[in-house]
């Protein structure tokens, strides 16, 4: 029995040692089939860091405001009748906005109308007209004077000559003389009283033509393309002069403003371009700058810089947005495709392919576009970064695929 039972060890022990060995031969060839590395490495797309001259730019913020902002009222007293827009309505120049009631206007029209045929009337014109020229000698109130003087300078003269011939009294040569200078004093006051209803017609017909303003007044025009900002008044409300109908703003283009440190305001110059970015919009709108403020303001030390910003419909007065001046041409600088960079924690990085071999490196960027992103320090022109790294680790092998 004991022999039996050596003989039982012994075989176990064979087995389990044969099957150690056959399954150490199994993973190491698993692990190492061709004799080489433990895994295949991994295919990844790469490209090169290049150095691309990029413009000298200076960031800064600002806000878009409207170009142009009018809050229209009304020039002369009375109810509305008609408003044509609403919130948010598209208007053009010259359109009608809002209507007051016009008859209480054209019935002071008339009014003027009929003082002026009579003012015209007085003066010997026909009553329908527009020409108000006239000569005042050719008055009937002025020629009748003039006879009556004629007469009477005839009289004196007359008188004058008899008088010195003794054949007359001087009683007589005193009455003739004081005719004469009656009709004088007359005749001198005919062409007063013509020129005065001169001047009346001349009031008259500016009373006319302010009645006729008054009634277009009754009318309220947009006084640019735009869009209403506000409306302030209904239908059926009586409005006082100046009281406030609708407020229009002009959307294009828009109006940017924005501050510089005192520190870059040497930079900044008339026309120079902007390129605008705002909140929400992966678009980029270019603008030009147009106006500077000559100070720095003391509060701030800020240079305010005004800009034109063309607006294709999408940019709205009162949002903040991001402004980048191109103040010139800048030296080459390292850039990368977006792709490349990973961000995590607040740090970004790159992979580089080094004698296969995936190297983590820490980076530092500055301006970025859809297309790259500028490398302030981490990488140098030349090394050969990873597209789309994913989850590729550090010192991972890898197959680089030019892109």
Known sequence: MRERFIVLVAFVGALVLLGGCRGQSQVSSAQNPAG????SPKRVQTTRVVAQPLEDTMMVV???TAYDQATLKVKVPGRLQTITVDL???VHRGQLIA??????????????????????????????GTDDRLDPEQTSLVRQARAVLEEARVNYERSARLLEEGIIPRSRFDADEAAYKVALSRYQDALEEVRNRQALLAQRRSELALARQQLADTAIYAPFDGVVQERHTSVGEFLAVGSPVVTIVRMDPLRLRAEVPEREAHRVRLGQRVRVMVEGDPAIYAGRIVRLSPTIAPQNRMLVVEAE???????????????????????PAPVVP??????FAGLEKVFVVQEGKAVEKRVTTGRRTGEWVEI????????EVVLDPGNLQPGQSVHPVRE
């Open 338 to 343: 977006p792709r490349a960079i990973v961000s």
């Open 376 to 383: 302030l320090s981490g990488l140098e022109p030349g090394e």
């Open 99 to 128: 209507q007051i009631e016009p008859r209480d206007y054209e019935l002071r029209v008339e009014q003027a109308e009929a003082a002026l045929a009579q003012a015209r009337a007085r003066l010997g014109l026909p009553p329908e």
């Open 62 to 64: 600002g806000t878009l």
């Open 88 to 90: 948010g309505s598209v």
């Open 36 to 39: 080489g590395d433990v895994a």
């Open 309 to 331: 910003v063309r607006n294709p419909g999408r940019l709205r007065p009162g949002a903040f947005a991001r402004v980048e001046i191109i103040a010139g041409e800048g030296r």
